[in-house]
């Protein structure tokens, strides 16, 4: 008998059946309006969000070596790419911005010499700047300063894509619309989601990308691993092509711990602190059963879930209409089975990202979306094997 997590935000309540979320072309249309995001704002709390802003700038700058990952949604991994990302800001107060730089190593030419050690080639990206306009109207952060978590929502999956071209196809990407051997992030995705976990050990993160194609299916998930300076960032953690049961067996027993849940926003409040507890039995069959609940300090229960599923490969797929992928190096990400599906409904869900990076403890970072698709809150727990 072991146990797992799929988390839920305090302040839902589920009986069975996952909170259904939106038609994609609602969410789609609604997101690449405003977006910006329902919290009003005074002069009281102004001073707070330009030193949030701030905080979230000092948690990123720096120079990031590490690798990008891509995995399908059963959790194969499909190319590994590194990258190098230097960040740095610049203005003051409600001024101030992050500017990031993307490099992507280029593949090794075709044409090189044999023997010749041939230095690598590095394109170059330049990502979205982030302030206090783009922060709350494109990119819906949920940021946990303490902790050392965010989130953020990006319209496109540009980004994304280039590193896959630039990476993958290097000189010869001909600009074809489906390069060969090649799994490109859909045009108009739905949803692109980044969590972004930091290590508690070391200076160093994991950043995970949910993609949803625009029928409300994972069309892909993908994962920046990155340690600020020289050094290599954990060699060959993403690398290993652990069995099923090898990478489940890390998650399996009983947790607890707490969670903070923040509106999405530099202005974002905390909205509830609670106590979590989670199971997950599997019989000889390999039945699953996932039962979690969350505790608010009052002992108001505000999170009660009961499913079953049933673990394929690395796909963890549940009754109630949830999927978790296994990656390897502790890691697994969470999505709703099919968003179009549940249209009729108009209710919300949620993406989720958990990294184990020491035995027996782990950082859960999840993500709710309302019924517009717009990104309304941010959970994060901290669990220890009980």
Same mark, same amino acid.
């Given at each position: 008998?072991?146990?797992?997590?799929?988390?839920?935000?305090? *302040?839902?309540?589920?009986?069975?059946?996952?909170?259904?979320? $939106?038609?994609?072309?609602?969410m789609y249309?609604?997101?690449? +309006?405003?977006?910006? #995001?329902?919290? #009003?704002?005074?002069g009281?709390?102004?001073?707070?969000?330009?030193?949030?802003?701030?905080?979230?700038?000092?948690?990123?700058?720096g120079?990031?070596?590490?690798?990008?990952?891509?995995?399908?949604?059963?959790?194969?991994?499909?190319?590994? %790419?590194?990258?190098?990302? +230097?960040? /740095?800001?610049?203005?003051?107060?409600?001024?101030?911005?992050?500017?990031?730089?993307? !490099?992507?190593?280029q593949? &090794?030419?075709?044409?090189?010499?044999?023997?010749?050690?041939?230095?690598?080639?590095w394109?170059?990206?330049?990502?979205?700047?982030?302030?206090?306009?783009?922060?709350?109207? !494109?990119?819906?952060?949920?940021?946990?300063?303490?902790?050392?978590?965010?989130?953020?929502?990006?319209?496109?999956?540009?980004?994304?894509?280039?590193?896959?071209?630039?990476?993958?196809?290097?000189? =010869? =990407?001909?600009?074809?619309?489906?390069? @060969?051997?090649?799994?490109?992030?859909?045009?108009?995705?739905? $949803?692109?989601?980044?969590?972004?976990?930091?290590?508690?050990?070391?200076?160093?993160?994991?950043?995970?990308? &949910?993609?949803?194609?625009?029928?409300?299916?994972?069309?892909?998930?993908? %994962?920046f691993l990155?340690?600020?300076?020289?050094?290599?960032?954990?060699?060959?953690?993403?690398n290993?092509?652990?069995?099923?049961?090898?990478?489940?067996?890390?998650?399996?027993g +009983?947790?607890?711990? &707490? +969670?903070?849940?923040?509106?999405?926003?530099?202005?974002g409040?905390?909205?509830?602190?609670?106590? /979590?507890?989670?199971?997950?039995?599997?019989?000889d069959?390999?039945?699953?059963?996932?039962?979690?609940?969350? #505790?608010t300090?009052? *002992?108001?229960?505000?999170?009660?879930? &009961?499913?079953?599923?049933?673990?394929?490969?690395?796909?963890?797929?549940?009754?109630? *209409?949830?999927?978790?992928?296994?990656?390897?190096?502790?890691?697994?990400?969470? !999505?709703?089975?099919?968003?179009a @599906?549940? %249209?009729?409904?108009s209710?919300?869900?949620?993406?989720?990202?958990?990294?184990?990076?020491?035995?027996?403890?782990?950082?859960?970072?999840?993500?709710? !979306?309302?019924?517009?698709?717009?990104?309304? /809150?941010?959970?994060?727990?901290l669990?220890?094997?009980?």
């Open positions: 008998m072991a146990a797992i997590s799929v988390c839920a935000p305090a *302040g839902w309540s589920w009986r069975g059946t996952l909170s259904p979320p $939106i038609h994609p072309r609602r249309a609604r997101c690449e +309006s405003s977006g910006a #995001t329902r919290e #009003t704002t005074s009281s709390n102004e001073s707070m969000s330009v030193d949030n802003l701030r905080r979230f700038i000092q948690l990123n700058i120079k990031w070596n590490g690798s990008f990952h891509q995995f399908d949604a059963r959790g194969n991994l499909l190319h590994r %790419v590194s990258t190098k990302l +230097s960040a /740095s800001s610049y203005g003051e107060d409600d001024l101030i911005s992050l500017i990031q730089t993307l !490099y992507i190593e593949p &090794h030419s075709r044409t090189s010499v044999s023997g010749y050690d041939e230095e690598p080639e394109a170059e990206y330049k990502i979205k700047e982030t302030n206090m306009f783009t922060v709350d109207k !494109y990119q819906q952060i949920g940021f946990f300063p303490e902790e050392k978590a965010f989130a953020l929502r990006y319209q496109t999956a540009g980004m994304l894509e280039t590193v896959l071209r630039q990476g993958v196809l290097g000189e =010869d =990407d001909t600009g074809e619309e489906s390069p @060969k051997n090649l799994k490109l992030p859909s045009r108009r995705p739905s $949803i692109v989601c980044e969590n972004c976990l930091y290590s508690r050990k070391r200076d160093a993160r994991a950043r995970a990308f &949910h993609i949803m194609d625009p029928k409300g299916v994972i069309d892909m998930l993908l %994962v990155e340690e600020r300076g020289d050094n290599l960032p954990f060699p060959s953690l993403l290993d092509h652990e069995e099923s049961m090898d990478r489940i067996s890390l998650f399996l +009983s947790w607890k711990g &707490h +969670s903070i849940t923040k509106r999405s926003g530099v202005y409040a905390t909205l509830a602190v609670a106590d /979590s507890v989670a199971s997950l039995e599997m019989d069959n390999g039945l699953l059963t996932q039962d979690v609940a969350t #505790t300090k009052s *002992g108001e229960v505000t999170t009660n879930v &009961h499913w079953t599923g049933t673990l394929s490969g690395n796909l963890l797929t549940f009754d109630g *209409g949830y999927q978790l992928t296994l990656l390897p190096g502790g890691m697994y990400m969470g !999505y709703p089975s099919d968003i @599906k549940s %249209v009729a409904e209710r919300s869900f949620h993406v989720e990202f958990c990294w184990l990076e020491a035995q027996g403890r782990r950082q859960r970072l999840v993500r709710t !979306y309302d019924v517009e698709g717009l990104a309304v /809150s941010s959970t994060y727990f669990e220890t094997k009980s």
